[in-house]
């Protein structure tokens, strides 16, 4: 069965700061991988995906993410960070093709210091 | 992507009684999915729901609980059945629109409180 692992339940970042939130994955074929933003009261927003081809991933809002097949990760990474960014991020993995529902990690919630 | 509104928005619910919530999509799609995400947990998937066949429920939930219905390509609904404490929770519907998109869009979600 597929999981996935973010490790950091909450992280505290400075506005202006990197970011950088981890995620860790199983999955027995090659997976299809994404990261989804929820803030306060709203639904999920997609920010990136990964398929297939370059391993660095750019999304919006201007994050991005890199897999790594040899560690299972699926980093997502901002280099300047605003308070606007405050929200729960969600790593989730499926087996693509369309048909399967998302497998999602426990989240991270983001907070920004000012 | 994919505009989808979920009705209602939330609700407050006494124990026993029946919720049923509205997911509608602004284009047609095979594959439509609802989603449980329990008070400060992860979204975990309840079902998925294709047009003109039996919903197909995951490990944990069953129909007579999580009734779904999937009565065109841009519509589907979730009762929940028998409500208690336990079901209190935001359920969120998504969609995936088809022709090779392979990535999932999320409704806003419909926030249950049950008493």
């Known amino acids: 069965a597929q999981s996935v692992t973010q490790p950091d339940i909450h992280i505290t970042v400075s506005e202006g700061a990197s970011l950088e939130l981890r995620c860790n994955y199983s999955?027995?074929?090659?997976?299809?991988l994404f990261w989804y933003v929820q803030s306060p009261g709203q639904g999920l927003q997609l920010l990136l995906k990964?398929?297939?081809?370059?391993?660095l991933v750019q999304g919006i809002k201007g994050f991005e993410a890199e897999f790594k097949r040899s560690q299972s990760s699926f980093n997502l990474r901002k280099p300047s960070v605003h308070w606007s960014d405050a929200a729960e991020y969600f790593c989730?993995?499926?087996?693509?093709?369309?048909?399967?529902?998302?497998?999602f990690g426990k989240g991270t919630h983001l907070i920004i210091q000012p | 992507s994919a505009v989808i509104s979920q009705k209602p928005s939330r609700d407050i619910c006494q124990r026993g009684t029946s919720l049923t919530i509205q997911c509608q999509v602004d284009?047609?799609?095979?594959?439509m999915f609802w989603y449980r995400q329990q008070p400060g947990q992860s979204l975990t998937l309840i079902a998925t729901?294709?047009?003109?066949?039996?919903?197909?429920?995951e490990s944990g939930f069953v129909i007579d609980k999580f009734p779904i219905s999937r009565p065109n390509l841009t519509f589907s609904t979730l009762t929940v059945s028998n409500m208690s404490p336990e079901d209190s929770s935001i359920y969120l519907c998504?969609?995936?629109?088809?022709?090779?998109?392979?990535?999932?869009?999320f409704g806003p979600g419909t926030r249950l409180t049950v008493l």
């Open positions: 998504s969609v995936e629109p088809g022709q090779g998109a392979d990535t999932q869009y």
């Open positions: 999955y027995g074929a090659t997976p299809y």
């Open positions: 990964y398929f297939s081809g370059d391993t």
């Open positions: 989730a993995v499926n087996s693509g093709g369309g048909a399967d529902g998302l497998t």
């Open positions: 284009s047609q799609v095979t594959m």
């Open positions: 729901a294709n047009q003109g066949s039996e919903a197909t429920y």
